[in-house]
């Protein structure tokens, strides 16, 4: 059992960066896979970014290529999502997610741990 804790979303101007953060519980976090979804209202959930059990492989959706980078601290069991030049496209809850499979993410596969989520507006 994992249980995820976002923090970091907010209120942004078009072309403006912000910096989400997700803190993991437990003491095994790093057999955890690392992901990022986000859904917008009236939309279906996208995937955004994944990283590996060790931080080396990395997998971003079409909409983050470029502008999104994750990230993971194992030391402080945290997983972190960089955006930045970010667009009014990107308003959304965004949703921390683990789980032990990496190929989860890779497959499109739901996910077996979802945090509450954190609000990203992006306004134009």
């Known amino acids: 059992q994992v249980q995820l804790v976002e923090s970091g979303g907010g209120l942004v101007q078009t072309g403006g960066s912000l910096r989400l953060s997700c803190v993991a519980s437990?003491?095994?976090?790093?057999?955890?896979?690392m992901g990022w979804f986000r859904q917008a209202p009236g939309k279906e959930r996208e995937f955004v970014a994944a990283?590996?059990?060790?931080?080396?492989?990395?997998y971003y959706g079409e909409s983050a290529k470029g502008r999104f980078t994750i990230s993971r601290d194992d030391a402080e069991n945290t997983v972190h999502l960089q955006m930045n030049s970010l667009k009014p496209e990107d308003t959304a809850v965004y949703y921390c997610?683990?789980?032990?499979?990496?190929?989860?993410?890779?497959?499109?596969?739901?996910?077996?741990?979802w945090g509450q989520g954190t609000q990203v507006t992006v306004s134009s």
């Open positions: 997610t683990a789980d032990t499979d990496y190929s989860t993410y890779i497959g499109g596969r739901t996910t077996s741990y």
């Open positions: 437990g003491r095994t976090f790093s057999t955890y896979a």
């Open positions: 990283v590996d059990w060790y931080g080396t492989s990395l």
